[in-house]
């Protein structure tokens, strides 16, 4: 019997400690274990239901102890699990009965919630912070950390990203200490929400996949693991399992009676029916709805209704989304009205809605700091860009068409170093990614520039909207003008299989006649290839034409953006040339290379344990830089490895390191996870105000490298890299297959 009464305290103990300071907990008789015969007490039923998740037992066991046995931790329990059941009148009602007695600050943390709900950003704030203050008086991590983590979900529904990420800290911290695993789960699973929402889908899938195993056995709370993942899998066009996360939330919704559970996996699931087609099922999921009736509602209604061509209707519950939209929902709702609008032959209109779409999204990155980032990077920011751009193409209003690509390409630097993980790190990095995006937003150009920039080069920017591939053609002289190539998904098919095998002659053939104008004619000047997302990734000197490369009939050089042929950099001149490589005496005919360059420069090459970070980042402005080193692309970005350490992207940046010419003899340093080119190693030096970089697509071989560097510094490379780099693509290409030299591009405004 001492065993069972002992066993069945700790078990209530456990349950109740997440919800009640310690000075809450209540005895417990030995009546309340079942091996004794007798039948568990209302009270204890209703500590471990609420424990479980189990919210609709938990409400009809907590009311009954509250009424026939009185004790004041109970109106907590039940205020707590009527919040989970949606009836935010009656959790309001009992929570406010509690504040004052001794159960103020659990009190408190219920209605800052609700407060939150609502709207009430500083009531709920207010209260929570009451409630924390006394909890760390009290000594309670348990519940203190129930309360930063409700605090750091108030700071998220507002995506104020460094509050939300240090109440997290907080959270956790006190989750620690109380060696509290669900408040733990349910901290990775916040984490995770930000990692995701900033486009970093890798960080966000390893923190789901933590708070699921710490969350195990507990459905209530792994329903919401269910929906995040499901949709972390929408977001990357995975619906099918998507649509299996969702049906697995809203069983287990259904089971656990979490009202907001059940209407999330709902609706997601009717946006998915949306995605595939399936707009009878959409209807379905949304029937007998109870509500809330808000943004998410009402959108994904006038999107089915739309789907069902009922437009009128469509466009009157997107009015009516639009009215209850947050700042964060209204660039998206805009967006999908205006859709609706162009269906319905209004084009005047939905040029409008496109424009205040992308209105608001540029508002937003123009007042974005590091406490309130949006998730630029997910493609589906892109949408008002690509419509628009769509309807000026389709109406031939070419001149507006081309404002609407300069915006469409000018990506923000921050988009890419999130994508790469950068965000990853402690949170004190926030400020060393923050100055590094300051420092980008100012390297891009301005728009008032870009005809000037633009006059006397031949620009060609293959770009993919809505589905279709088009290509803006600039010649030297003369006008824009877009040529439509129908299909992008065969060609990016392709693009992909050309880039793993730069060798195929038909391929280089079929993609050459596509992604090239045929008026585009051989002749010494460069020809600017403007590139993004999966068209970056093609080894373009070796597309064909007319039996012969493309490098041999023009120079080539690849720009991230349109506005960055405006961009200005105040750079002292320079005249010292660095050349280092081999920093951890793996890459022999690196060293080699590196010293037969330095001779011919006449300087001396840095090598092994020489070749460090430190010396590099001090070197002040240079006229060229060699790097002959290994380089890599993971989980935490692009990097260089030096003999003391690797040398990130955003660690380039922040050292604002520049060279009239830098060459990244080194596998993928211009490859990047990012869907644009903004990321990548090599941009990373052109950001920071440098002329030309030469890099690689991929990996490259010790021996191959060293055949086109020979020839590389043959060249004039220092006055003329453009044509230094084609030089010697030609010279290797006529003994040496593609694969040897087609994937080293250079990024250069460069028209000589």
Known sequence: MEGCFAHAHARVRVGLSKLLSRGALFAITLSACPMDGHLESASSRCARAVDRGQWREARDACHESH?????????????????????SAEAERLATGALEGRLRPQALAVLGVLRDRSGDREGARTALSEAITTFEAQGDNRELARAWFALAGSFWRERRLTETL?????????????????????????????????GDARSAEREYELAASLLEGKPADLVYVDLKQGILRQEADMVHLSDLAFQRALSRAEQTGSHEAITAARQNLAYNAHLTGDTQAGFAYLADW?????FSYHAVLAMLEADAGRLEDALASMNRALELSRSNDAWWGE?????????????????QGYERSIAIVEEMRAAMEQSELQAWMIPRRRQPYEALLSLFVRQGRTAQAVRVLDAFTARSFMDALIANGSLVGPPGDAHDIASSWRRLEGAVGATDDLGQALAGREVVVPVEILGTLYLAHKPAQGDVRFLERGDAAPVRELAKRFAADPDHQELATELGSI????????????????VSGWLAAIPYAALRRSDSFLVQQRPLAIMPSLRAFAAEHDRSPASRRLVMADADGTLPAARVEAGEIARALG??????????????????????????????????GAWLSMADGRWSTDAILDSGLAADVVVLAACSSAATRHEEVWGSLATAFLANGSGSVI????????????SVMRALYQGDLVRQPVRALAEAQRSVAERLPPHVWAKFIIFSVSNE
């Open 67 to 87: 009424v026939t046995q009185g004790n004041p931790a109970d109106v907590i329990l039940l205020a707590r699990a009527e919040l989970q059941l949606g009836n």
């Open 166 to 198: 240090g109440a997290l800290d907080e959270a956790l911290a006190a989750a620690e200490m109380a060696a509290d695993r669900r408040l733990l789960g349910l901290t990775a699973l916040m984490r995770g929400d930000v990692m995701r929402s900033v």
């Open 290 to 294: 109870k509500g809330p009736f808000d």
């Open 335 to 351: 967006y999908e009205r205006a859709r609706i609008l162009e269906r319905l032959g209004n084009d005047r209109a939905a040029e």
């Open 515 to 530: 992604l090239i104008p045929e008026d585009v004619e051989a002749g010494p000047s460069p020809l600017h290839l403007v």
């Open 603 to 636: 300087t001396t090459a840095v090598v092994s344990d020489a070749a460090t970070r430190s010396l590099v980042e001090t070197a002040g402005p240079l006229e060229l830089l060699h790097l002959g080193v290994h380089a890599g692309l993971d989980g935490g």
């Open 695 to 706: 890099a690689s697509l991929g990996s490259i071989d010790d021996d191959d490298t060293r």
